[in-house]
């Protein structure tokens, strides 16, 4: 097993989005490719025709991370997410909730550019941003986004 | 929570001080759901084993002295003898007998212990699997509909934003860095709290080893990304206090 990897080279502001276009890549001892732009799942877990045209919401469900809980409501117009907000944020301590404040916001821009949560999980992650996108991942997958 | 055919299930467990999420896909939503339970109960064993925080724990007692190691649980022989392999393979900068207090193998613990649970998934049959607690990721298979994971590395100074991203397919991410839970590692060549790096990742196949490295390379810095490199399968990046980076060959900073 041989890493290869890019690093985002952007500034870092949309990085669950934008730095996706960086992406530091695992991969059997193959020859080390570089992987520019943002990029999307190679295969679609569900086909285009069975997406309905029109505008549809869906909730994810409640998370529970390190400092409190929060779920993600996600609106998508066919495949497009046109709005991803929080519901139900619940935290426990003063930290987290600044910490909150300033998260939700940027992970919604986040969303809103990449049109889909794309990251599985977060090393050294802070328990916020996993939690809202497992919430959201879920949300979508109820869409068959 | 369904796809066409697969289901994945997710679960969020407080264990070992930190909430751990499993993320499993398998044909069968029952079946991952009860291989989740039978990981989850793995992981509160393996604390209760093998936890510093608590004072009556075997490992614990092995710390104070007053548990003989030939005593003691098969798993904290397991531990302790990968911690003398990591001491090795970070070149010292990963120590648990350097330790203030005794030894303390908490920083391949985690690891160790989340690995024991993909295995627990591996085992129930589940194709896919992800276990990330605290920002140490052990990866099964790949998720439905991608050819393999996407783990984010936090940014180490915006909380709100990643520095960079890892595809894997098997095998284990890890990241030590000061800025989730404030400074806590100790340098094994002074005993003190020390941290050359905002965030040290370490990706390879195990993840006890990988915890471990990038607990080195959290305080060890450039070194052992030196030491690092001459590991076969296993790789690093580093983004030091002054937000400078490297990383090893199979890393590449574009």
Known sequence: MKLRAVKLRAALMGSTAAGFAAVLALHGGATPSVAVGPTRSPTPTTTPSQVPSGTRSATGPIEQYGYGKLAVTVTVKGHAITDVHVVGLQTAEQYSQSLAQQVVPMLRNEVLTAQSAQVNGISGATYTAQAYLTSLQAALDTLHV | ?254
């Open chain 2, 1 to 254: 929570m369904t796809t066409e055919v697969l289901a994945t299930v997710r679960h969020h467990e407080e264990v070992m001080g930190t909430v751990v999420s499993f993320e499993v896909t398998n044909a069968d939503g029952a079946r991952s759901r009860d291989a989740i339970a039978r990981a989850c109960r793995r992981l509160h064993e393996l604390d209760a084993v093998l936890s510093l925080w608590i004072p009556e724990s075997p490992m614990s007692r092995v710390r104070a002295g007053v548990l003989p190691l030939d005593a003691a649980p098969p798993e904290i022989t397991e531990v302790l003898t990968l911690c003398r392999g990591a001491v090795a393979l970070s070149e010292g900068w990963f120590d648990p007998w350097a330790m203030p207090g005794g030894v303390d193998p908490t920083g391949l613990a985690k690891g160790w212990a989340l690995e024991q649970a993909i295995a627990v998934l591996a085992e129930s049959g589940c194709e896919a699997a992800m276990c990330n607690g605290g920002g140490d990721v052990a990866l099964l298979g790949a998720p439905p509909g991608s050819t393999s994971w996407r783990i984010g590395i936090q940014h180490p100074w915006r909380r709100d934003a990643l520095a960079a991203a890892i595809e894997a397919t098997a095998g284990a991410v890890a990241t030590s860095g000061s800025y989730e839970r404030g400074a806590h590692l100790i340098d094994p060549r002074t005993g003190e709290p020390a941290l050359v790096a905002a965030s040290a990742t370490v990706v390879g196949p195990s993840l006890a080893i990988a915890d471990a490295l990038a607990t080195a390379l959290a305080v060890g810095g450039d070194p052992v990304l030196d030491a690092v490199r001459r590991l076969d399968g296993y790789d690093a990046y580093l983004i030091r206090l002054d937000g400078s980076e490297a990383s090893t060959e199979g890393i590449h900073l574009a």
